[in-house]
């Protein structure tokens, strides 16, 4: 497995979630080098983008979680979190983890994430 998800659950509306995904197989380099990025899907619905983080700490969001969403990175660990504040029930959704360098491109397994109104 190339990027392994975890830290998915049930919260209540308003409460808060971190999301971590490790590429414990990925070269130190590689992983450093790799654009990071979470997604979210919801079943019958096209995988959507969260967030991302640049090789050098650069990060997007998607407008519904900015603001609440924070994506970062710990390339010593190989390691890519997002932390989610004030969760909504529209936050519900499979999240899952992407690595881009060059032609790779891999994707996490997914965690689930259910909010509860």
């Known amino acids: 497995v190339q990027l392994q998800a975890s830290g998915g659950g049930l919260v209540q509306a308003g409460g808060s979630l971190t999301l971590s995904c490790k590429a414990p197989?990925?070269?130190?380099?590689?992983?450093?080098?790799?654009?990071m990025a979470w997604y979210r899907q919801v079943p019958g619905n096209q995988r959507e983008f969260v967030a991302t983080?640049?090789?050098?700490?650069?990060?997007n969001y998607t407008d519904s979680v900015k603001g609440r969403f924070s994506i970062s990175r710990d390339n010593g660990k190989r390691t890519v979190s997002l932390k989610m504040n004030s969760l909504k029930p529209d936050d519900t959704a499979v999240y899952y983890c992407?690595?881009?360098?060059?032609?790779?491109?891999?994707w996490g397994q997914g965690t689930q994430v259910t909010v509860s109104s």
């Open positions: 197989r990925t070269i130190l380099s590689v992983f450093s080098a790799s654009d």
């Open positions: 992407h690595r881009k360098w060059g032609r790779e491109s891999y």
């Open positions: 983080i640049s090789t050098r700490g650069g990060t």
